[in-house]
């Protein structure tokens, strides 16, 4: 990666002083700090290079004091900008300097001077924006360059006509609506900037410019993208580069590695080129191997433009694994465990306060053992997937929601679609990014089945999940993609595949936790499970990761998202909490957790199996009550001592014959009572019970007990509750909970509790 790195350490260009009255801005007071708050620089914040997959040395970085002003929506340009805001922060933000509520009545204006470095005479120059949310408009001395609709995709303009030769004017006005209009918000809603109750699961909008603004020095003809997809069954990088002004001009893409060329090809732009990588270093999560590329445009002999890239080799698609279809990674089935990553900041709001914070999240997924992350209802920067190639964390990106509860009209589906695809253009060479989400929980749904079709052929190198929470909240399933994918709170729940889709959890745990003084409203947080202590929690969250293990990844499910990596707003269900400072859970616990986890899908344990048809008693194993037995009497489950001298009666009610789990699932059965045929096992309330089968789906499901695996003996979860297990407590049996709130819950010897011996019957 040294030809990359050195791009991207590029030093920034002058391009001449920021706004005279910069000296005199200053930050308003973030609601809560994170530990990279006060390490924003005023004058060019966040310095780095922003486009790592298409590099060039020379650049110039416009962020800094900007002056600004707001204006009535339909308002030209003001006479005045009589405030300083800090770019790429949002004006709702405190790291803007503004921090105040925009609304649909508002326009946004910047404006600040550059002059163009005198070395990059003879070359175009070109002004972009990583992005602005949402309608942009932009002046370069006067001249209108263009109008820009879209909050989450990059965009620029060729500014060489409008430059003067000295101190050129940036002038920029954006409108955003947010909710109130029809394009894409995401979890945006125009909302009190400073902390306050309620907000739910929706947060504060971001208006404006937030991501980096830059100027660049071009050839007349340039390149503008590279499109890289790996190809395994060939061992070759496919690359087309796209260029404008290349009449006349070829193309050729070097891959190299540890600074040695492993591959050329040479060939149209525009079409795509072949690059040989013979005997590929694949890229993994465990592995995250990137190759340099560079592209070269050529006239003849000479070289009139070069960019730098980078590429990762790996493949992504469906396949029948043990005749279950599951996402396989470079042709192997490895389960996916991600979080839910919505991406706001207390100080910066939509944007990191730098280039590390941006980092930091991602690296708190892989010190979790995380292997992947669900970009929720936002696009992050192209340094956020630089990072994400690097360090390895699969992706899913969902393409932002447009506002809950609304039929978007046909302008709106246009805007939106076109987003989209100018998303998936911006990012389809990230080998991180392995699946788009195109729709969640039937927020602004239409067309899902055509939608997902549209994304298929547009990126068919990737998966498409046609909607996020198909069980969910109204939701409509186009009935296509690749994946069925529910959300479960607190779950896991017991999604299983189809005969042509994958299953995946794209949403579940929400387990909450307050930790006083990082609170963003104290007081106010809320959560889909309280929990009372950080030991409740961790028991709690690993139990959800073993039992994702145990019995979900045996029935045919293939990935899971919790909610969420960290706490926002008044969500109080991160694993870290807003600001970054605390992290909940005990971290080498669920590292552990999520690496069995993984690792059992790499290498399955043998299902367990028990006799069918057949009687047997079930033996307690916790130390020093092991001649106890489950046992059934007056119609409620307990333990007792059951030995060779006990009565007939009591021996009878100690022994089970094992049947096929009512419900149905490998390794799942059902305990019928010897003594009362007809009658089973069961849990209702909490308290497990024998009842008569009344024929009912609920009845069969709490009925239905899944085995698997435990130390010296077998655990039974329940089948519609797979969290949970038959566990013995005070001689009383419970469906019980590891990290549960419930006196039967208790952590005191649970694994030992939940364990139970298969022996012969006492009653033959």
Not at 4 to 28: C, E, F, M, N, Q
Not at 238 to 254: E, F, I, L, N, Y
Not at 439 to 466: F, M
Not at 575 to 601: C, E
Request: glycine share 10%; with cysteine; net charge negative.
């Amino acid at each position: 990666m040294t030809g990359v790195l050195a791009l991207l350490a590029a030093t920034l260009v002058g391009i001449g002083s920021a706004p005279a009255r910069a000296a005199a801005w200053s930050p308003k007071p973030s609601p809560m700090t994170t530990p990279w708050t006060s390490q924003v620089p005023v004058d060019q914040p966040l310095p780095e290079y922003p486009r790592p997959q298409l590099t060039r040395p020379d650049w110039a970085n416009l962020n800094g004091i900007w002056d600004f002003a707001v204006t009535g929506r339909d308002a030209g340009r003001p006479a005045s900008f009589t405030e300083q805001i800090r770019v790429p922060f949002v004006a709702e933000s405190a790291l803007s300097g503004i921090q105040r509520k925009i609304t649909e009545n508002d326009k946004l204006w910047y404006k600040r001077t550059f002059t163009v470095p005198s070395n990059w005479d003879g070359r175009r120059v070109q002004l972009n924006f990583g992005a602005s949310d949402w309608q942009t408009t932009v002046w370069v001395n006067d001249q209108q360059l263009g109008v820009h609709k879209g909050g989450y995709d990059s965009f620029g303009y060729d500014i060489t006509p409008q430059l003067n030769g000295g101190t050129n004017t940036v002038v920029v006005s954006v409108y955003d609506p947010t909710q109130t209009g029809g394009q894409a918000v995401g979890k945006q809603r125009v909302n009190d900037v400073l902390p306050h109750t309620g907000g739910g699961i929706f947060y504060t909008a971001a208006s404006g410019i937030w991501q980096t603004v830059w100027l660049e020095p071009v050839a007349a003809a340039h390149i503008t993208r590279l499109d890289m997809t790996p190809d395994l069954a060939n061992s070759t990088l496919r690359v087309k580069v796209q260029g404008t002004g290349v009449s006349g001009r070829s193309a050729r893409v070097t891959v190299s590695a540890g600074g040695a060329v492993v591959g050329t090809a040479t060939g149209a732009v525009g079409a795509e080129l072949a690059v040989p990588v013979p005997g590929p270093h694949l890229w993994t999560p465990d592995d995250p191997f990137l190759y340099d590329v560079r592209a070269d445009l050529t006239a003849g002999s000479s070289t009139v433009d070069s960019v730098g890239g980078y590429a990762g080799m790996r493949s992504i698609a469906i396949a029948r694994v043990n005749n279950v279809l599951r996402p396989v990674l470079n042709g192997k089935f490895v389960f996916q465990s991600g979080t839910l990553d919505q991406g706001y900041w207390p100080d910066g709001i939509y944007t990191a306060p730098t280039d590390a914070a941006l980092k930091s999240d991602l690296q708190a997924h892989k010190d979790l053992g995380f292997n992947m992350v669900r970009k929720h209802i936002k696009v992050e920067p192209q340094r956020w997937f630089y990072w994400a190639d690097k360090l390895g964390l699969l992706v899913w990106q969902d393409m932002p929601a447009m506002d809950t509860g609304k039929s978007p009209d046909s302008a709106a589906r246009t805007q939106w679609e076109a987003e989209y695809h100018a998303i998936i253009d911006q990012h389809r060479s990230s080998p991180a990014l392995i699946q788009w989400v195109n729709e969640n929980e039937g927020w602004g749904q239409y067309d899902q089945a055509r939608i997902a079709n549209d994304v298929k052929a547009y990126d068919p190198s990737r998966l498409v999940d046609n909607m996020s929470g198909v069980n969910c909240c109204g939701s409509v399933d186009g009935g296509n993609g690749d994946v069925v994918d529910e959300h479960v709170y607190v779950g896991p729940g017991t999604t299983v595949p189809t005969g042509t889709r994958a299953a995946v959890l794209g949403e579940f745990g929400g387990l909450g936790f307050r930790v006083a003084g990082h609170e963003w409203f104290p007081g106010g947080g809320f959560s889909y499970e309280d929990q009372p202590n950080t030991a409740t929690l961790n028991d709690r969250f690993t139990g959800l990761l073993d039992a994702l293990r145990l019995s979900r990844l045996p029935a045919g499910l293939s990935a899971s998202v919790y909610t969420e990596i960290t706490d926002v707003e008044n969500e109080v269900n991160g694993l870290l909490t807003y600001d970054r400072q605390v992290v909940k859970v005990d971290t080498a616990r669920v590292k552990a957790a999520n690496q069995a986890l993984i690792q059992a899908s790499q290498n399955p344990p043998a299902p367990v199996t028990l006799p069918t048809n057949a009687y047997r008693s079930l033996r307690v194993t916790t130390p020093g009550f092991t001649n106890k037995y489950l046992r059934h009497y007056d119609g409620l489950a307990s333990t007792e001592v059951v030995d060779s001298a006990s009565a007939a009666l009591l021996k009878s009610d100690a022994t089970w014959k094992i049947v096929p789990g009512l419900a149905g699932g490998a390794s799942c059965y059902s305990l019928e009572s010897r003594n009362y045929p007809g009658e089973y096992l069961r849990h209702q309330n909490f308290r497990v019970r024998r009842d008569p089968n009344d024929g009912s789906a609920v009845f069969r499901a709490d009925a239905t007990w899944c085995a698997v695996a435990g130390s010296g003996g077998v655990r039974f979860s329940a089948s519609n509750f797979p969290e949970s297990y038959l566990r013995h407590i005070n001689s009383e049996v419970w469906l019980a909970t590891p990290g549960g709130g419930h006196a039967w819950d208790d952590a005191t010897s649970f694994t030992a509790d939940s364990t139970w011996s298969v022996e012969a019957p006492w009653a033959p």
